[in-house]
C-alpha cells in the first residue's frame, strides 16, 4: 500500500514515533460473516461497496473523430473488444472486471433555457450522480436532486460509523470557478444528501484519516476523545434550546439542520465505539501529512484511504471528484503539456483531438493503482474488487461544444457477483445515463426505485 | 439566552423607519415620515416627475430599442416595460440600464453616439426614481446568520488565546459567493463541518494550555519547490541559506527531535551534490540546536534515502520559531557554463550536468515529539487563559470561574447569562475531579470552542416584530458585525462594552474610528481587499519556469504583499480610491523593485517608493494583478480585460458561447513564424461570433501587454515589438498602461460605486439586490463631498441602514411572534 510503502511514505507518510491505531479489520470479522446463514443476502450483511469518481469535462471520444478513431468507446460490443486506440487502455489487465457502458446522454446538464446556454461547467457536477437538472441560483436555494450515492448510503450506509465519506482534489476557493448564475456549491461537489443539501468534499488525505479514525495516539486516547465530544454534543443540543426562541424562523430552521448534524456526529461516535469493541486488531499505517505536490501522488493517497476505510469497514459508500470543471492543470506526466481546460477545447482539430484523449487516458491510468488495492483486501470468499461497485465517468461529452451526449461512463469490480465484467453495451442512441444509472441501483439492492433523474427504464447491465 | 429586546424599542417601530431615511441621506432631505414624502407630491412636483420620467423614456426608446424589444432581446434583454411604465416598478432593469450608461458600454460603438449629457440626466432620473422609492419603503434586506470561515476562526483564535492555528486542517474549504468567502446564504452546514469544529476544539484546547501528557505526534513543514534555496528564508538566522522557518507550538517541554528530507534527483542521487561540505543547521528561536553535515552521495537506495535526523534535542514548551537552514559558505554568482535559475526546483536533471553549480534543497522539516516530557512551562496563550491562579484547594472553583467567565464573555461576543456560566462550569468540575484544575479549564475549552455561540453568529430579532418589518440590529450584534467588517475577528471589551453608544451614527463613527487605528484593521487589505482584487488567484499560478525563471515563491509573496500593504496604506492615511488606478507610487522591497526595474531600494524591507517614470499607475501596475490575470507561458489580454471588467467596473462581461475554440486552439505560428499574443487574439477575433465581446475586453488587456506574465516590463513578445494600441470600448485611444489608468480614472463613479458595492457585500455577508443599490449611491455622493477618501467609504457602510438595521423574511416569523 501507498501508505505503507517505504520510498513514498517518506515523503507524504508521518513516520517514526510509533503511534499506530488499533481498529478492527475485515478479515478479523470473517468468523462472524462465516457463522451467517449460507443463504446469507448479500444485500443485507454484507453490501457491496460503492464508489462513485467523476472525472471532469468528457473525454476525446465523445467527439466525432474521436468516437471514429475509438478513443473512448471500443468499436465492438459484448466480450471481443480492443481497449488499443481507447483511453481505457491502462485497464487492459483489469478488463475481467470491467464493464463499458458507452454512448449514453446526460440530459439534465443541457441548457434548457436561454439564460443558462453556455453554464455547462457550472452544473455539470451536480448532475453526475443525480442525473437531476441543478436550478439556476447563485444563492442558498439550490437545488438538484439527492445522488446515487447518498440514496445507497442512507439505505445500506447505516451499520457502519460513517455512513459515507465525499473526497476530492482539486481546491474550491479560487475565483471565477464559478458562473452563469450557478453557485458554487453546483461545481464543488458531485454527492447531495437531499435535493437542496450539497455535502461539502474533503481534499486533504489527513482531515480524511482523522475523520475515520479520530485523533490521538492511542486507542485509549481516541475513546477518552470520543467521550469528550460527546458530552459536549450532549450540551451542544441543551444549549440550541435555550437559543432558539431569540430567533426569526429561517435561522430556527437552520438550526433545527444543525442538530440534525449533531445528532448525526454522536451516532458515529456511537458506532465507532461499538465497532472498537468488536473483532481482532490490526495495527493502521500513520496519518499522512497533508496534501501532496502533485496530482498522481495525491490521487494515490486518496486511493489509499478509501481501499484503507473499506477495510477496516468505518464506511462503505465513497464519492471521490477528481477534477473540477474549468482547471487549467497540467499533467506533466500525461506526456501532454497543455492546461486541462484549453486542452478540453480542442476544436475537432484530429491532432488536438488525439492530445486531449492522452490526458483523459492518463486520468484513467490512476485507476489500476486502486483496483490492485482492493484486490488485495481479502473478504470472506472474495476480495473487496469482487464486493465492490466502482463508478467512473463524467457529466459531459464532448467538451470542445460542452455537450454531453455520448458521455464517458466505466463500471468496474464484480457488485457482489452483479456485474460479470469484460463487457461493452452500447447503448442506443439518445439513451439517459439515468438509465444506466437506475440499473446500477437494482444491483446495489435498491430494486424499488422506479426512477432515477431523467430516467426511461432501466438498462440491461449484466 | 435571553438579549430580547426591550418592549419600548418594538413598540419604536415607526419611528425608526424615519431614522432609516435620514441615516443614508435618502432624498428628498427633511421629510420625516413616508408619509409625508407621499402625500406633498402633488401637483407641480408630479408633473415635473412625470415629465422627466417621458423624456427619459423617450431616451431609451431612441438608442435602446432597436436591440432590446420584445422580439429582438438581444443579451436576452427585454427592456419594453421600461419604454412604457415607470422604472421605479421595474428595479432590476432600471438598475442594469444606469450600469450601463454610467459605464459607457451601452450603446454599442457601432450604434449613434448619444449626447452625453442626455446619458447623463437619463441615469441621473432613473436614479433618483430608484433612490425615491427606497427612501418611501426602505429594504434594508437580511440573511441567514453567519459561521466562522476558516480566516474568521483563525483569527478569533489568536485573539481569544493568543496561538496561532491553522484552520485549514480542520475545516472544509468555505463556499465563495461573489467573490466573498463569508456570504452567509452559501456557508452550509453538514456533519462534516460539525466534526471539524469539534476537532478543532479538541486540538486547539489542548495547544492552548500546553499538554504536559502530550502524546509524541509529528508535524511536518512541507517547503515549496518554488522556494529558492539561495536566499536566506524570512525569520531564519543571518548566516543561512535557503530551508524553512515556521512557527512552531510545542505542547510540552520535552525532548524532540528534527527530521529533515532533502530533494533527489529523478534517479535518486542527491540533488545539489557538486559541492561538498554542505551543513544544515536546526535553531530554535535563533538558537542553534543541532548541525546535520549532508553527505554529497547519499541516494535514495541508502538505507535512510534523503532523510537525516538530529540527535534529541530538550526544547521548552510554547510557540517557538523553528528553523531549518543551509550554511551559508560562499556568495555571489558562481563562474558556471550554465547559470542555474533563481534555484527554485523547475527541474531537478539541472544538477546532473557539467558546469552547473547546484546545492542542496530542503524538502520538508519534521518536529518529532515529545519524549520524556515534564511538563508545560509558560507560553502566551497560557499567560492569556490563566488570569489567576488558586492558592489552595477552596480557591479552585473562584478562579476556575473568573477564568471561565471572562474566556466565555470573548468568545460568545456578548454579556454571559447566569445559565452560560453554569452550565460549562459543568465541563470543569467533570474533568477538574478527575484530573485536576487544569484538566479542568482545558475541559470547558474545548466546550466554548465547539459552541455554537462561539461558531455561529447569532442575531436576535426583537420580540413582536412582523414578517417583512424592519428592526434595529442590537447593540451587541451591531459591534460583532463592526468588528468582522474592519478587523475580521470578534469585538475587543471596549466595543462590546461601548456598544449601547451604537445606535448612534456619532458612536459608531467613534468607533469605527479607533478600530481603524489597530493593527488589526489590516484586515481591510488581507481579507477585503484581497478578496475583492481576487489575489488568492496568484496561488494558482505557476509560471512556466523555463519562461520565467526569475519567478519563485518569495517574488510571488512580495507581490502580494506590495497590494495589501498599498491598499492598507489607503486605508491608514485615509487617501482618496482614485488612488486604486492613479497612484504615482508603490510599495517594494529589493527583490520586487529589481523585478520591476527600480533601482535604489536595498534590504528585504518593503518601503514606499515613488515610480520614474508613467509605466506603472496604481493597482494595473501591480504584478499581483498582471500575474493573478495571465497564464503560466503567456500573458492574457482577455484575463486582464475581463478582471479590470468585473473588478473594477462592476460589468462583467457576458460568457463566451460554448463552441468558441479557446485561444490555444488557435495556431501559434503561422508560415514559420511564431506569433505574438495579440497576433493570436487577432487571429480568434476574426470569428463574428467572438467579435462583438472581444473588442470590448480586449483592448483593456492589450493596453497592459508591456507587462509580461510576471508583472516585469518588455518592450517585446516572441521576439516582435510590443503593440499597446487600441480603443476602449468608449472610443478613447490607448497607447499604454498610462493611457489605461487614466481613462478609467475619468469613470471615477464607476469605479466607486463598484469600490462601495463590494465594501457593502462583504460588510453584510450576503450578495447586493437592486434594492441596495440607492445605499450604495448615496454612500458614493457622500464620499464624493469628501474626495471619495477612503474612510468616507468605511464609514459610509457602517453607518448604512443595511448594516444598522434588518428585516425579518416575509412569510418568516420571530419566535416571539409566533407564539
Redesign the interface.
Known amino acids: 500500500m501507498y501508505l505503507t510503502n517505504r ?1 513514498i511514505s ?2 507524504t507518510v ?6 499506530t491505531v488499533a481498529l478492527p479489520f475485515l478479515e478479523a470479522m470473517r468468523p462472524a460473516r462465516a457463522a451467517a446463514s449460507a443463504l446469507d443476502v448479500a444485500g443485507a450483511t454484507d453490501p457491496t461497496r460503492l464508489v462513485c469518481i467523476e472525472m471532469v469535462h468528457g473525454a476525446a471520444g465523445s467527439n466525432e473523430i474521436g468516437a471514429q478513431k475509438n478513443l473512448w468507446a471500443p468499436a465492438a460490443e459484448g466480450s471481443d473488444f480492443d481497449l488499443g486506440p481507447s483511453s481505457l487502455k491502462p485497464l487492459e489487465a483489469y478488463r475481467d472486471a470491467l464493464t463499458i457502458v458507452s454512448n449514453t446522454d446526460v440530459r439534465n446538464a443541457e441548457a434548457f433555457t ?2 443558462e ?4 461547467h457550472f452544473r455539470s457536477s451536480a448532475t453526475f450522480l443525480t442525473q437531476a437538472r441543478p436550478k439556476q441560483t ?3 436555494d439550490v437545488e438538484v436532486g439527492i445522488s446515487l450515492d447518498q440514496m445507497y448510503a442512507q439505505r445500506f450506509g447505516q451499520d457502519t460509523p460513517i455512513p459515507s465519506m ?1 473526497l476530492c482534489i482539486e ?7 464559478c ?2 448564475g450557478y ?3 453546483y461545481t ?1 461537489t458531485i454527492s447531495w ?1 437531499a435535493k437542496d ?8 488525505p ?2 480524511a484519516f ?2 475515520l479514525f479520530g ?4 486507542a485509549e ?1 481516541r475513546s477518552a ?1 470520543r467521550r ?2 460527546r ?3 450532549d ?2 443540543t ?3 434550546g ?11 430552521h ?2 433545527d ?2 442538530l440534525e ?2 445528532r ?2 454522536e451516532r ?1 461516535i456511537h458506532r465507532i465505539e461499538a465497532h472498537n469493541t468488536s473483532g481482532e486488531t490490526r495495527e493502521l499505517p500513520e496519518a499522512p ?2 496534501v501532496p ?1 502533485g496530482f498522481e501522488e495525491h490521487v494515490r493517497l486518496m486511493f489509499d484511504l478509501q481501499a484503507l476505510a473499506m477495510a477496516s469497514d468505518m464506511t462503505r459508500v465513497f464519492s471521490f471528484k477528481m477534477g473540477r470543471d474549468g482547471s ?1 492543470r ?1 499533467y506533466p506526466e500525461s506526456g501532454v503539456p ?2 486541462f ?3 478540453s ?3 475537432g ?1 484530429e491532432d ?1 483531438v488525439d492530445k486531449f484523449a492522452k490526458i483523459n487516458e492518463y486520468h484513467v491510468s490512476m485507476l489500476p493503482y486502486f483496483f490492485d488495492r482492493l484486490r488485495e483486501i481479502e473478504v470472506g470468499d472474495g476480495n473487496l474488487l469482487d464486493k465492490s461497485l466502482i463508478i467512473y465517468g463524467s457529466p459531459m461529452g464532448d467538451s ?3 455537450n454531453h451526449k455520448r458521455c464517458p461512463l466505466i463500471f468496474a469490480g464484480g457488485a457482489n457477483g452483479k456485474l460479470q465484467g469484460n463487457q461493452h453495451i452500447k447503448a442506443p442512441d439518445g439513451t439517459p445515463m439515468a438509465n444506466a444509472m437506475l440499473s446500477v441501483m437494482h444491483k446495489l439492492g435498491m430494486d424499488d426505485v422506479e426512477s432515477f433523474g431523467d430516467s426511461t427504464e432501466p438498462m440491461t447491465i449484466t | ?4 429586546a426591550t418592549k419600548s424599542r418594538a413598540a419604536a417601530l415607526p419611528l425608526l423607519a424615519a431614522a432609516l431615511l435620514l441615516l443614508a441621506g435618502w432624498r428628498p432631505a427633511g421629510k420625516t415620515s413616508a408619509e409625508e414624502t407621499r402625500t406633498t407630491e402633488t401637483g407641480a412636483e408630479e408633473a415635473a416627475v412625470a415629465d422627466e420620467v417621458a423624456l427619459s423614456q423617450k431616451f431609451l426608446l431612441r438608442n435602446c430599442r432597436a436591440c432590446h424589444n420584445a422580439r429582438i432581446q438581444r443579451g ?1 434583454l427585454d427592456l419594453t416595460s421600461l419604454f412604457e411604465e415607470a422604472p421605479e416598478q421595474h428595479p432590476v432593469l432600471a438598475e442594469k440600464v444606469i450600469r450601463k450608461l454610467r459605464t459607457g458600454l451601452m450603446p454599442p460603438p457601432e450604434r449613434p453616439k448619444p449626447d452625453p449629457g442626455d446619458v447623463d440626466r437619463v441615469a441621473s432620473v432613473l436614479e433618483r426614481r430608484l433612490d425615491d422609492r427606497s427612501a418611501r419603503s426602505p429594504q434594508p434586506g ?1 440573511r ?2 453567519q459561521r466562522l470561515n476558516r480566516a474568521e476562526y483563525e483569527r478569533s483564535v489568536r485573539d481569544l488565546l493568543s496561538l496561532e492555528v491553522d484552520a ?3 475545516l ?8 466573498f ?1 463569508n456570504i452567509a ?2 456557508q ?9 469544529y ?2 478543532a ?3 486547539v484546547s489542548r495547544a492552548a494550555l500546553g499538554d504536559p501528557t502530550a ?4 508535524v ?1 513543514f ?1 517547503v515549496p ?1 518554488t522556494r529558492s534555496q539561495m536566499e536566506r528564508a524570512e525569520n531564519a538566522p543571518v548566516g543561512t541559506r535557503g530551508g524553512v522557518a515556521e512557527l512552531h507550538t510545542f505542547p510540552a517541554t520535552g525532548i524532540y ?1 528534527f ?1 529533515i ?1 532533502l530533494h533527489s534527483t529523478p534517479t535518486g542521487q542527491l540533488f545539489g551534490s557538486t559541492v561538498q561540505g554542505e551543513k544544515l543547521e536546526i535553531s530554535v528561536d535563533g538558537e542553534r540546536r543541532a548541525v546535520l553535515e549532508i553527505d554529497p552521495f547519499m541516494s ?1 537506495s541508502d538505507p535512510n ?3 537525516l535526523q538530529s540527535e534529541p534535542v530538550l526544547i521548552e514548551a510554547g510557540p517557538r520559531w523553528v528553523s531549518a537552514a543551509f550554511l551559508e559558505r560562499f556568495e555571489g554568482p558562481v563562474d558556471d557554463l550554465i547559470k542555474p535559475i533563481e534555484h527554485t526546483l523547475a527541474d531537478t536533471q539541472i544538477g546532473l550536468a557539467h558546469g552547473v553549480t547546484t546545492l542542496p534543497h530542503l ?2 522539516l ?1 518536529i ?2 515529545p519524549s520524556e516530557t515534564t511538563g508545560a512551562s509558560t507560553s502566551p496563550s497560557r499567560q492569556k487563559i490563566f488570569s489567576c491562579r488558586p492558592t489552595s484547594a477552596s480557591d479552585e472553583i473562584r478562579c476556575a470561574e473568573s477564568i471561565v467567565e471572562r474566556l466565555a464573555r470573548e468568545a460568545y461576543r456578548r454579556p454571559l447569562e447566569t ?1 452560560d456560566l453554569a ?1 460549562l462550569m ?2 470543569y468540575e ?1 474533568a477538574a475531579g478527575e484530573r485536576g484544575f487544569e484538566a479542568g479549564i482545558r ?1 470547558v475549552l ?2 466554548i470552542l ?4 462561539f461558531v455561529f453568529r ?1 442575531e ?2 426583537p420580540e413582536d ?1 412582523t414578517p417583512g418589518s424592519t428592526y434595529e440590529v442590537a447593540p451587541a450584534s451591531l459591534a460583532t458585525r463592526l468588528a468582522f467588517f474592519l478587523w475580521g475577528t470578534a469585538p475587543d471589551d471596549e466595543l462590546l462594552s461601548s456598544s449601547a453608544a451604537l445606535r448612534h451614527s456619532d458612536g459608531i463613527e467613534q468607533q469605527v474610528e479607533r478600530m481603524l487605528q489597530d493593527p488589526k484593521a489590516e484586515a481591510m487589505a488581507s481579507r477585503f481587499a484581497a478578496q475583492w482584487l ?1 489575489l ?2 496568484l ?2 499560478l505557476h509560471p512556466d519556469a523555463l519562461t520565467y525563471p526569475q519567478y519563485d515563491e518569495r517574488l510571488a509573496a512580495a507581490l502580494r504583499r506590495e497590494t495589501l500593504l498599498f491598499f492598507d496604506h489607503l486605508v491608514q492615511t485615509n487617501a482618496s480610491a482614485a488612488e486604486l488606478l492613479e497612484a504615482d507610487y508603490t510599495f517594494l522591497n529589493e527583490r520586487l523593485a529589481s523585478h520591476y526595474g527600480i533601482g535604489g531600494v536595498s534590504g528585504d524591507t518593503f518601503r514606499r517608493v515613488e515610480y520614474p517614470d508613467d509605466r506603472r499607475r496604481g493597482l494595473l501596475g501591480h504584478g499581483s494583478i498582471l500575474a493573478l490575470t495571465s ?2 507561458n503567456r500573458t492574457s489580454p482577455v484575463l486582464r480585460g475581463k478582471w479590470v471588467m468585473e473588478v473594477l467596473l462592476g460589468s ?1 462581461p457576458p ?5 468558441v ?5 488557435t495556431d501559434d505560428v503561422v508560415g514559420g513564424k511564431a506569433l505574438t499574443v495579440r497576433e493570436r487574439l487577432e487571429e480568434h477575433r476574426a470569428n463574428p461570433a467572438c467579435r462583438s465581446c472581444h473588442r470590448v475586453i480586449d483592448p483593456i488587456g492589450l493596453a497592459l501587454e508591456n507587462f509580461d506574465v510576471t508583472g516585469s516590463w518588455r518592450t517585446r513578445d516572441n521576439g516582435e515589438p510590443v503593440d499597446a494600441n487600441g480603443e476602449l470600448f468608449d472610443g478613447t485611444p490607448l497607447r499604454g498602461p498610462s493611457d489605461l489608468a487614466a481613462a478609467l480614472g475619468r469613470k471615477q463613479e464607476v469605479l466607486m460605486t463598484t469600490l462601495t458595492e463590494n465594501l457593502l457585500a462583504y460588510a453584510l455577508g450576503r ?1 447586493l439586490e437592486p434594492e441596495d443599490m440607492p445605499t450604495v449611491r448615496s454612500i458614493v455622493r457622500r464620499a464624493a463631498e469628501d474626495d471619495y477618501r477612503m474612510r468616507s467609504f468605511i464609514m459610509g457602510v457602517a453607518t448604512s441602514a443595511p448594516f444598522r438595521f434588518s428585516q ?2 416575509p412569510g ?5 411572534g ?1 407564539r
Open positions: 520510498h517518506r515523503r508521518l513516520r517514526g514515533v510509533g503511534a436561454a439564460r446556454v453556455g453554464g455547462d447563485e444563492g442558498s465525499q481546491n474550491v476557493d479560487q475565483s471565477g470557478g458562473a452563469y453557485a458554487c456549491v464543488d444528501a443539501r450539497p455535502l461539502p468534499m474533503v481534499r486533504d489527513r482531515v482523522d475523520q485523533a490521538g495516539g492511542t486516547e476523545r469528550a465530544d458530552s459536549i454534543l450540551w451542544i441543551s444549549e440550541v435555550r437559543l432558539s426562541a431569540d430567533l426569526g424562523s429561517t435561522d430556527r437552520r438550526l439542520q444543525y448534524h449533531v448525526e456526529v458515529r501529512i497533508g505536490d487549467a497540467i497543455l492546461p481546460h484549453p486542452a477545447h480542442h476544436g482539430k488536438r470542445n461544444l460542452h | 439566552m435571553r438579549l430580547r436576452e437580511s441567514p446568520f485549514a486542517a480542520f472544509p474549504p468555505d463556499t465563495v459567493s461573489h467573490g468567502d446564504d452559501v452550509s452546514l453538514s456533519p462534516t463541518l460539525m466534526q471539524g469539534l476537532r476544539a479538541d486540538s502524546e509524541a505526534t509529528e511536518t512541507k519547490r527531535v527530521k528530507v535514495e534515502g534523503m532523510n524538502r520538508s519534521t518529532s515529539g445559565e452550565s459543568g465541563f467533570g475541559s474545548q466546550a465547539a459552541s455554537p455561540h447569532f436576535p430579532v416584530t481576487r488568492q488567484d496561488e494558482r497564464h503560466a462583467p460568457p463566451p458561447p460554448p463552441d475554440p479557446e485561444l490555444e486552439a450578495r425579518l423574511q418568516a416569523s420571530s419566535a416571539a409566533g
